[in-house]
């Protein structure tokens, strides 16, 4: 059991886990999807079932992703009391003045960053071979997304777009 909270590590955490019990089961999954509890498909689960059944497909990764450089703080910057995103003023306050503060005496943690920078939505469907790489390649970069803001969107993108996979959706 994880106290996995919106826009913290632990969400990564969380997600890591559960592809780590993917991989470490032997079993050979075609694809792994992730996709929250709370998001109802607009589809039926026979119409996706045989959606990814299909040849068509085969060996492609569903993950959107996008390089607005709008969203390039989320990594640029530290971020304080990510746990605590949603909890009062006073983490308000130190997260932005935290913020602030890096602003002014030029912190970029970019520089170091050897992954392209992208973003995109949480939920993905990905072959096992995606699965495998986000395991085995998340612990080099795994400084880079603590204490990150909702790097749950970035992680994935980032990793699997500098590989050699086939990412099916980009914009």
């Given at each position: 059991?994880?106290?996995?909270?919106?826009?913290?590590?632990?969400?990564?955490?969380?997600?890591?886990?559960?592809?780590?019990?993917?991989?470490?089961?032997g079993?050979?999954?075609?694809?792994?999807?992730?996709?929250?509890?709370?998001?109802?498909?607009?589809?039926?689960?026979?119409?996706?079932?045989?959606?990814?059944?299909?040849?068509?497909?085969?060996?492609?990764?569903?993950?959107?992703?996008?390089?607005?450089?709008?969203?390039?703080?989320?990594?640029?910057?530290?971020?304080?009391?990510?746990?605590?995103?949603?909890?009062?003023?006073?983490?308000?306050?130190?997260?932005?003045?935290?913020?602030?503060?890096q602003?002014?005496?030029?912190?970029?943690?970019?520089?170091?960053?050897?992954?392209?920078?992208?973003?995109?939505?949480?939920w993905?469907?990905?072959?096992l071979?995606?699965?495998?790489?986000?395991?085995n390649?998340?612990?080099?970069y795994?400084?880079?997304?603590?204490?990150?803001?909702?790097?749950d969107?970035?992680?994935?993108?980032?990793i699997?777009?500098w590989?050699?996979?086939?990412?099916?959706?980009?914009?």
């Open positions: 059991m994880h106290d996995a909270r919106w826009g913290d590590i632990s969400q990564i955490e969380t997600e890591l886990e559960l592809f780590r019990a993917v991989v470490e089961s079993e050979v999954y075609a694809y792994v999807h992730l996709i929250s509890g709370q998001d109802m498909p607009t589809k039926s689960p026979d119409y996706i079932l045989n959606y990814f059944d299909k040849k068509s497909i085969e060996g492609k990764e569903f993950v959107a992703f996008w390089q607005d450089e709008k969203q390039v703080d989320r990594l640029k910057y530290y971020w304080l009391c990510t746990k605590h995103m949603r909890h009062g003023l006073i983490y308000k306050i130190i997260r932005h003045g935290a913020l602030c503060f602003r002014i005496v030029g912190i970029n943690r970019l520089k170091k960053l050897s992954l392209p920078f992208r973003y995109g939505y949480n993905v469907s990905l072959i071979q995606a699965v495998i790489s986000l395991v390649e998340y612990p080099k795994a400084y880079n997304f603590k204490y990150t803001i909702c790097a969107e970035l992680y994935k993108h980032m699997l777009s590989g050699a996979n086939k990412v099916l959706f980009k914009r």
